[in-house]
Structures are given as structure tokens and as C-alpha cells.
């Protein structure tokens, strides 16, 4: 099953761009993903299974890194944006 998650990333601090663009580079990293960043998102797509873990793994580690940050999330089943249902 695919997933497709459309996420912006709002750390709490005034030096906000920085997090923001190290968080969407971490998440190029992984070729396994599909990453389309625009002005105010960034989308994901991939193996259900596998993007939850890298995005679960890279939103913990941006709150241990930035402290608060604010992420909005929306998860779409890739499947049925595909077939078009």
C-alpha cells in the first residue's frame, strides 16, 4: 500500500528556515521516498509502511534538535489517488 503525506514543519523559534530545510533534506536522503517540497509543504509518498517510520524517526529527531516545533500532517491512501477513486 502507498502512502502519500503532505506535511509543513512550523519550529517555534525566530531561526525557523534553517530546521525547516535540514528536516526536508534529511527526508531527500532517503531514495526510497518520493519528496516534492513547495512554498508552504512538503509532500512524500512511498510504502506505507516504510515513509511512517522515516517520518516518525525524523519528527523526533527535529523536536530533539529544534526543541518545539509544530508539524501538520495529512495522510492520503496512495492507492485509491492512483487509481482515481
Known amino acids: 500500500m502507498k502512502l ?3 506535511i509543513s514543519m512550523y519550529p517555534l523559534n525566530e531561526q525557523y ?3 525547516i530545510q535540514t528536516f526536508i533534506d ?3 536522503g ?3 521516498l518520493q519528496v516534492v517540497t513547495s512554498a508552504t509543504n512538503t509532500v512524500v509518498s512511498g510504502d506505507y509502511l ?3 517510520e522515516v517520518l516518525a524517526k525524523e519528527m523526533q529527531r527535529s523536536h530533539e534538535e529544534v ?3 509544530i508539524f501538520v500532517c495529512k495522510f492520503l491512501n496512495g492507492d485509491k489517488m492512483s487509481s482515481g477513486q
Request: no cysteine.
Open 50 to 52: 516504510a515513509t511512517m
Open 26 to 28: 534529511r527526508l531527500n
Open 67 to 69: 526543541g518545539q516545533a
Open 30 to 32: 532517503y531514495a526510497y
Open 4 to 6: 502519500v503525506a503532505e
Open 17 to 19: 528556515i534553517e530546521p
